[in-house]
Each structure stands twice: as C-alpha cells, then as structure tokens.
C-alpha cells in the first residue's frame, strides 16, 4: 500500500501562514496590554504558534493506518521517562496498544538573534535525543520496537540567517562545512548529523520569510532534511506500526 502523504504541501504553507499570523496575535496582544517583551520574545511567549505542523503530523498518523491510536498534545501526557534526567516533555507523542510509536518536538527561531539561539538549539536536540535513546536502551519505555524520534524546526529566512558567518577557533580549526556557513547552513549539517549518528529518526528544517503570513511561502535547505523526508519517514513508520 503506497504511503499517504496527507497533500502535505498545501498543510504546511497553511502552517506558516498560521506560525507567522500567531507570532503577530501575540505581539500585539502584549502591545495593547502595555507590556513588552524584550526583542522578538512578545511574538513568542503566547505560544500555539506551531499547531498547524502538529495538524500536519495527525493527519499522516490517521492516514496511514493508526486512525484511532492515542495521539497525546496536553502537558499532563507527553511526559517520558529518561535517563540522565526523571523525565522530559516532548511536544506530541503517539502511543497505541501501551507502545510508545513516535515522540515529536517541534522548534522555531527568528531574528534577529540567531547565534546564541542556534548554540542553545542544538545543545538541547543533542542532548534530549541521547538521554532518549539511552533511556530506550534501557528499557525505560518497557520491550518494544524502536520508536519514530522527530526533530522539526521553523527558521526566519532573513539575510541574517543566511549571511556567511565567521567561526573563531583560536587553538584548532573548525571542521570542514562549518567554516564561513550560515545560520540557516548549520541547521541544514545539524540535521543531517542528527540522523547520520541515529539521534533522531528523521531531522527537518525549513525557511520561511516574516512576509510569509499571507503566502505560506517556505524552502527546504536540502532533499536529506527537508519536510517531505520528514513526513515520508514518519509515514512509513506509522503504516509499519500499523500492520503489526
């Protein structure tokens, strides 16, 4: 049976209208109320921003065999046990016949500060995928298949995210591919390695311009990270779950 991709285009232009139209909401919001949030945090702290991609990702679990699986969003029930730590919250997880199927975060970052925001990005889907997959090893989630483990992340394309950008290393020099890349250059090479050291099942990134509120307009930074190998990954992992 050929997998069912959920017209995913057409959702996810949908979820960026709706990323960037929420970010708005919540900034004006804070504006009319009298209080501002330091830099870009007012367009971020209302949250919900990302809920058209957590859409997209029901829509795939129903449409390939798990229609009446639980599907759990609220904070109460996305907790998992870990190893390095009691527990962590993913964003979504997928849980039927008591097996854990898939667990899902979802992120985003705009301007103008990408720098420190990539560094605390990275660190956390480093570290969050490893306490995961020891926690796995271990058992924590009791004998069962290998889950779906997804990574997805929402990025302003802004000339900053994409300007060439210097990597200081006074004693030994960067690894090759880091040198003189972008913001927007790095996620694509954190994606990819997420996936290549099997931290992660499937790994995306896509850009979006902040005048993509009435388009939905988006790009992928390559075929190995972009959303349609994410929707596709997660796709045959449910139809797989499905047929057991």
Not at 105 to 127: D, W, Y
Not at 162 to 173: G, Q
């Amino acid at each position: 049976m050929a997998l069912d991709l959920a017209n995913y285009e057409q959702k996810a232009a949908d979820a960026i209208k709706a990323f960037w139209g929420n970010r708005e909401k919540a900034k004006q919001k804070q504006e009319e109320s009298g209080v501002i949030d330091q830099g870009q945090r007012g367009s971020v702290t209302g949250g919900k921003n990302l809920d058209g991609f957590i859409s997209l990702i029901l829509d795939i679990v129903k449409a390939n065999g798990l229609s009446h699986t639980d599907i759990h969003l609220t904070s109460a029930l996305v907790t998992l046990p870990g190893y390095f730590r009691p527990t962590k919250k993913w964003d979504l997880l997928v849980v039927h016949k008591n097996r854990l199927v898939a667990a899902i975060e979802l992120k985003s970052q705009v301007g103008p500060s990408f720098g420190n925001n990539f560094n605390n990005r990275t660190e956390e889907a480093i570290g969050t995928a490893h306490d995961f997959n020891i926690a796995f090893r271990e058992s924590a989630f009791g004998k069962q298949p290998r889950p779906f483990v997804g990574w997805l992340m929402v990025v302003e394309d802004a000339a900053k995210s994409r300007s060439p950008v210097r990597n200081p290393s006074k004693h030994f020099p960067v690894l090759p591919g880091f040198q003189g890349a972008s913001y927007l250059k790095r996620y694509d090479m954190l994606c990819q390695r997420l996936v290549q050291e099997q931290l992660y099942t499937s790994a995306a990134i896509i850009a979006t311009p902040d005048d993509a509120g009435n388009t939905g307009a988006y790009v992928e930074l390559s075929e190995l990270t972009g959303l349609k190998a994410f929707v596709t990954a997660l796709a045959g992992h449910i139809a797989m779950e499905a047929a057991r």
